[in-house]
């Protein structure tokens, strides 16, 4: 049976029912068929594919080139999910036209559905200027990894009532300007359980803990294809990674033996007779 799309509103409609929201990120083709065929609910295009892709330290060098390559590769393979897509580093901070400029790209020119942006009050001009737009705008607080520097590394934020308060006050201006859904990203559980209590929009954790409405992990990190960091809150699902490397080496020993390719990996001529002509 043909599952219905997934869109802003069913989110919605999850949160109010009470069921969680799934989120998995991808940023090629056959990954985004392998989410969207698993019943995932949204598929994030993070600019996290600049750690786990392009092998960048940080997400900082992500730009809207990579980004609207990686989409495009993304949406093709996707029939179900919602399609969000991050605005990278610099796209949206100095201007509402810069963002509605690279917004506008990701969705006309990629098939990105929504988009996501980091920030809280101080970016509220360009979230009311996407909303306004047409284009549905998701929400990040709380770890941002775009703010690395300023946050000195890739650390928990919002333990201190002071911080709990800012972030609470930064997620309800967001709701206000128009988000239709907030990621909550490495803070303590109960300043979540907070935020999720006062939001009528639905809050998707990763390192937030279990009160989130739902919850997103990086698919290479789940799957065991990422090792270089190993968070917290990373569940690990599979080992994808050494499987691979077993099989590569499966492959490397059966071509020097001579076991691959075998006949039945190897093609016959239509007519023997030419194999001996000349």
Do not use: W
Not at 76 to 81: D, F, K, P, Y
Not at 151 to 161: F, P
Not at 202 to 225: E, K, N, R, S, W
């Amino acid at each position: 049976m043909a599952r219905d799309k997934v869109t802003v509103r069913t989110l919605r409609r999850m949160e109010e029912r009470g069921e969680k929201i799934t989120m998995l990120t991808a940023y090629d083709y056959p990954m985004a068929r392998a989410v969207d065929d698993a019943g995932i609910d949204v598929i994030l295009v993070g600019d996290s594919l600049g750690m786990v892709v392009l092998g960048h330290p940080t997400t900082l060098p992500v730009t809207m080139d990579d980004m609207v390559h990686h989409c495009k590769a993304v949406a093709r393979g996707v029939l179900r999910a919602l399609l969000v897509a991050d605005l990278p580093f610099m796209s949206y901070q100095v201007s509402r036209e810069d963002a509605l400029r690279n917004a506008g790209r990701l969705v006309k020119e990629s098939g990105a559905e929504a988009v996501k942006l980091e920030g809280g009050r101080e970016i509220l001009g360009s979230v009311e200027a996407l909303v306004a737009a047409g284009i549905p705008v998701m929400g990040h607080l709380g770890l941002t990894p775009q703010a690395y520097h300023r946050m000195g590394g890739y650390r928990v934020q919002a333990r201190t009532a002071e911080e709990a308060d800012r972030l609470l006050k930064d997620a309800v201006a967001l709701e206000r300007a128009g988000i239709f859904a907030l990621v909550l990203e490495g803070i303590p559980a109960a300043v979540a359980r907070g935020v999720t209590r006062e939001l009528a929009v639905p809050t998707i954790g990763i390192g937030a803990g279990p009160f989130c409405d739902g919850q997103v992990l990086v698919t290479h990190d789940m799957l065991g294809l990422q090792t270089d960091l190993s968070p917290k809150f990373v569940k690990r699902y599979a080992q994808a990674r050494q499987l691979f490397i077993e099989a590569m080496r499966c492959f490397r020993d059966e071509v020097r033996s001579g076991a691959f390719p075998g006949p039945e990996h190897s093609y016959d001529l239509d007519h023997p007779a030419a194999s001996t002509s000349g």
